[in-house]
């Protein structure tokens, strides 16, 4: 069965490298590497990403598999959500794209400190990450679902930015119980759980007294997180964005950590 998952992933990573050019347009961007596949395929393709994923839980294209082939019904529910949004609903109506083709880094770069823009060109510089590492959605059959996990793929590295979590195992473990909380996406819970057992002694501690205990209270009562136009907000002070959306960060006095 994983030898079966792992030969379709290979065969649409060729596919990914012979498509490498740059896609203006979601619809063309999506009919270029969208794979078509049965149930029985699907079910190859959830049970082996997954088991790869336990092994293996750095394995991003496994983890963008098993977000395709177990999210239909949490896609759906963030489509639903952003469809009773009037943002949300621009959005969808324009399907903009997050990577270094349509945003202007070096506008980011000197914008204010404290923007939401220099934020986020900070946060990418700070992390070492780029844009351009989300792959494309391949296995989800309906477009419209496809453009909103592709859209959350690219606004990740976003909610980190806003969220003032790092890369790290500790920061990523919190950003995904917000966004297990919010989006009810499979990977984000299984990130969220097993990504906690993988955290050293003295971030398990901490991660329980200060760090989960704020991710389910952001998760809970931030506003959504997918309704977000991140491209108009790049201006926008994060203090007025956190007043907007009902984030308090998380600020942990020096003295209290152990």
């Known amino acids: 069965m994983l030898s079966k998952t792992l030969l379709i992933l290979q065969n649409s990573r060729s596919q990914l490298r012979c498509h490498s050019q740059v896609i203006a347009n979601f619809e063309d961007y999506y009919n270029q590497h969208h794979i078509q596949t049965n149930a029985f395929q699907k079910v190859l393709l959830t049970a082996g990403s997954a ?5 293996n839980p750095f394995r991003a294209d496994m983890i963008a598999c098993l977000g395709e ?22 959005i969808l109506a324009d399907q903009p794209r997050i990577n270094t083709k349509t945003i202007n880094l070096n506008y980011l770069q000197n914008l204010p400190e404290g923007t939401l823009g220099k934020t986020y060109y900070n946060f990418l510089a700070d992390n070492k990450v780029t844009p351009d590492s989300r792959d494309p959605v391949r296995f989800v059959d309906d477009i419209e ?3 909103v996990l592709q859209r959350y793929r ?7 930015t806003i969220l003032q979590m790092p890369t ?3 920061g990523e473990v919190t950003v995904k119980w917000v966004e297990a909380l919010q989006f009810k996406l499979p990977m984000c819970i299984a990130g969220g759980i097993f990504g906690a057992m993988r955290l050293k002694p003295k971030q398990r501690q901490n991660y329980k007294k200060f760090y989960l205990p704020w991710a389910i209270d952001t998760g809970q009562n931030a506003k959504f997180l ?10 926008q002070p994060l203090d007025e964005f956190y007043k907007e959306f009902n984030i308090k960060p998380l600020i942990i006095e020096s003295s209290k950590k152990k």
């Open 226 to 235: 997918m309704n977000v136009y991140y491209e108009k907000r790049w201006e």
């Open 168 to 170: 790290h195992m500790l």
């Open 154 to 160: 690219e606004a990740h590295d976003l909610i980190h």
């Open 51 to 55: 088991a790869v994923c336990l092994l």
């Open 69 to 90: 082939t177990s999210g239909v019904a949490a896609t759906q529910h963030i489509l639903e959500k952003m469809k009773e949004s009037e943002e949300g609903c621009r």
């Open 145 to 147: 679902l496809a453009y």
